[in-house]
Structures are given as C-alpha cells and as structure tokens.
T-cell receptor
Framework: AQKVTQAQTEISVVEKEDVTLDCVYETRDTTYYLFWYKQPPSGELVFLIRRNSFDEQNEISGRYSWNFQKSTSSFNFTITASQVVDSAVYFCALRHNQFYFGTGTSLTVIP | DGGITQSPKYLFRKEGQNVTLSCEQNLNHDAMYWYRQDPGQGLRLIYYSQIVNDFQKGDIAEGYSVSREKKESFPLTVTSAQKNPTAFYLC????????????FGPGTRLTVL
C-alpha cells in the first residue's frame, strides 16, 4: 500500500528562521515519483519540485532545499531564512500509478 | 496559455439543490481528478478519469457524480445526497505517465446555505 505521512500539522516560525517540513512515505514499488506543492491562502496548489526514486541527489532552489533519503523513506523540505510569503500549506505527494497526498503542513511565518 | 480552469470561483446553493462544478483543461492530458478539501484538512479524492467515457470512484464518491464526454472537460455534480457539501473543490489533470505531476485548477469554493 502507498502512503504519505506529514506528521507536522502546523508549524510557526519567526521570520528569517530556517524550517524543515517532514515527509515520510511508504511504497513497495521501486519506481515512483515524489512531489512537493505549496497552497497559499488563495487555494491553488503551486508545484515546487519533483524527484524520481532513482535520484537521491539533494536539490537547492534559492531558499528552498530538499533532502531525499530512500534509506529512511523521507523527502524533507527546508526553507532557509523564512519569509512571511512562505506562509502556506505544504503538501508532499507520491506517484506510482495513482497520486497519494499527505495531509499537509500549515506553515505560519511570523513577522 | 495552457492550464486548467474552474468556474465559478465561489458558488452558493440552497440545501437540496444539485450543483455542477466546471473543470476544463487545454493541456491535452488524459487523466483528470476531483478533490475535496475541508478547512484545515488535506485533499480527498472524489473521482478520477484516465480516459474519455470512463471514470472511477475515489475515496469519497458518495453524493457526487461526474462525466467525461470530452477529453478537455470533467464536470462534477454535487447532488442533494451529499450530506455536507460545503467545501473547497479542486480539479487536477495529468498524463498517465508516472513521471508527470498533477496540474491543479484554482478551485471552487462551494457554500450550501
């Protein structure tokens, strides 16, 4: 069975702090893809990153970075020097045939 | 520009009325999906379709119906049988390749009075 767990329901940080959002997944498949989406207050999901199961390289994009570790089935997302505009709900998702979403982590960045 | 459109953004209906939410995509995607999101909750799959004239129930299909007569369109009807229809509804599309992400529409916020 496929499953994505985002154990952190809500996180609050003060602006400029670093924050890591956890994502743990379960799958028996060897080929799969992992995704992160951001949902700002407007509601539309914004795609952030895709990672395939064969590529364990970490990725950095500006203040965002992602750490993929197959050994622990985790695909964690770090925001460095957080800003108020980072306040949103963040979803981690897994795709083999179908899509499986975590329940999301609501991040609030306090000015 | 390619993308997904959902209309309207906000929808109000009286209890007991059926209502249809529109979803159109011009991305040439075979697969389309409907999700429901309640405040503070994650996404729950209502229905999905991987090809025209075929669709499957998701986790919470009761009280909803869909059709897929055209590749570009996947309307969702919220029927009077849905006990608690007030929610945010998101439509998405993708190809059938597992490497492709889902593309999401802007959502429709349905309020039943």
């Amino acid at each position: 069975a496929q499953k994505v767990t985002q154990a952190q329901t809500e996180i609050s940080v003060v602006e400029k702090e670093d924050v890591t959002l956890d994502c743990v997944y379960e799958t028996r498949d060897t080929t799969y893809y992992l995704f992160w989406y951001k949902q700002p207050p407007s509601g539309e999901l914004v795609f952030l990153i895709r990672r395939n199961s064969f590529d364990e390289q970490n990725e950095i994009s500006g203040r965002y970075s992602w750490n993929f570790q197959k050994s622990t089935s985790s695909f964690n997302f770090t925001i460095t020097a957080s800003q108020v505009v980072d306040s949103a709900v963040y979803f981690c998702a897994l795709r083999h045939n179908q899509f499986y979403f975590g329940t999301g982590t609501s991040l609030t960045v306090i000015p | 520009d390619g993308g997904i459109t959902q209309s309207p953004k906000y929808l109000f209906r009286k209890e007991g009325q059926n209502v249809t939410l529109s979803c159109e995509q011009n991305l040439n995607h075979d697969a389309m999906y409907w999700y429901r999101q309640d405040p503070g909750q994650g996404l729950r799959l209502i229905y999905y379709s991987q090809i025209v004239n075929d669709f499957q129930k998701g986790d919470i299909a009761e009280g909803y119906s869909v059709s897929r007569e055209k590749k570009e369109s996947f309307p969702l009807t919220v029927t009077s049988a849905q006990k608690n229809p007030t929610a945010f509804y998101l439509c998405a599309s993708s190809t059938t390749s597992i490497s492709v992400r889902q593309f999401f529409g802007p959502g429709t916020r349905l309020t039943v009075l």
